[in-house]
């Protein structure tokens, strides 16, 4: 299968698979690998990889970038806070954060 980045994906069969699988044990629907660049991914990343490549920010949306451990999740309801619910009224308020805010790793 071919992406719209170009890559091929390619399924990791047999050995390969269970080498992986020995490692990254939360991943039990399989695993595939883009080339070219060897990179690995769990398979259902397949149903999103196009649109992850035409993914187009708005001038309205906001960009977190931190460093893992690092309170990203805080950060996220911080900053929907103070865009969504200043006075701490809003609705969506009491539901989760990935609920509220789109995450892309």
């Known amino acids: 299968m071919s992406l719209a980045s170009g890559h091929e994906v390619k399924r990791l069969e047999g050995e390969e698979l269970q080498r992986q699988e ?3 044990q939360g991943y039990t629907e ?3 690998r883009l080339m070219p660049g060897r ?4 398979s259902t990343f397949e149903q999103f990889a196009d649109r ?3 993914f187009e920010m ?4 906001v960009a977190i970038l931190t460093y893992p451990k690092c309170g990203t999740t ?15 009224d809003n609705p969506m308020a009491a539901l989760p954060i990935n609920a509220k805010v789109p995450f892309l790793e």
């Open 39 to 42: 990179w690995l991914f769990p």
């Open 52 to 54: 992850y490549y035409k």
């Open 74 to 88: 805080w950060l996220q309801e911080i900053v929907w806070t103070m865009r969504n619910n200043p006075n701490l």
């Open 22 to 24: 020995k490692d990254f």
């Open 58 to 61: 708005k001038a309205s949306d």
């Open 30 to 32: 399989g695993m595939i």
